[in-house]
């Protein structure tokens, strides 16, 4: 699919067909194929919990919005963004680390320089926020577009008690939710609402230096 028809075919569908099931195959592929977006120093750190449970999508609905759309969609992601995966220690980041240095994009004796950087540039709590979350939405975003490469319609959403669904499904403290995603197909009885507008060059563009 030609990327033009691809961001065209990603809408935020408010009806999901409960009875047509995501297959885990297919949900394997979509959470790999996202896994491709870009992050800092290639440090990825995002996780999620995938939700199948309709007694737990129950749960979740209750916390955010009442929205139905979480229970009918027969997979709600539950996108975590790892405020810690800078870290020294931390498996995922010793793992980019490592990987830099098999591929020769850095060497050992970088380390105490990286490490420093990273302190600087991540170690307070706007910091790791901010690198937590921004990388984490780059994989949302990929998440919702290898959806629709799959034949498959999503629905962001970040309507819901954080600190609510953080206690409900027991998420350690590194970790901030900055949305949900639920995943499915259209259903097909249901009209797709009309695309809204969006901002054209000139109101984007603040200035052309
Ligand atoms: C981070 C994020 C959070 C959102 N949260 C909600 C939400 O809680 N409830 C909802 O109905 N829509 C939510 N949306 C969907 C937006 O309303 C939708 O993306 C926007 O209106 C544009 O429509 P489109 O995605 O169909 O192009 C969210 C979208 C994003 C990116």
């Given at each position: ?150 034949g498959l319609h999503s629905h962001p959403i970040s309507g819901f008690d954080h600190d609510a669904l953080v206690a409900e499904l027991d998420i350690p403290d590194n970790f901030v939710v900055p949305m949900l ?10 009209t797709l609402g009309p695309e809204k507008w969006r901002k054209s060059y000139r109101e984007i563009v603040r200035q052309e230096l």
């Open positions: 699919m030609e990327f033009k028809e691809m961001v065209r075919k990603r809408r935020s569908v408010n009806f999901f067909d409960p009875d047509k099931a995501v297959e885990q195959a297919v949900l394997e592929r979509i959470i790999e194929e996202a896994s491709l977006a870009p992050s800092g120093f290639n440090l990825q750190p995002w996780n999620l919990l995938v939700v199948r449970s309709p007694e737990v999508k129950k749960r979740l609905r209750k916390i955010a919005w009442d929205q139905p759309k979480i229970e009918q969609a027969p997979v709600v992601l539950v996108l975590l963004a790892d405020k810690d995966g800078w870290k020294p220690d931390h498996p995922v980041m010793e793992k980019s680390w490592q990987n830099q240095i098999d591929l020769g994009y850095t060497r050992p004796e970088m380390r105490e320089w990286f490490d420093r950087a990273a302190r600087q540039l991540f170690g307070s709590d706007k910091g790791s926020l901010t690198f937590a979350v921004r990388n984490s939405c780059f994989f949302g975003m990929a998440l919702m577009l290898a959806a629709v490469d799959a995603l639920a995943v499915g197909h259209f259903d097909q009885k249901q």
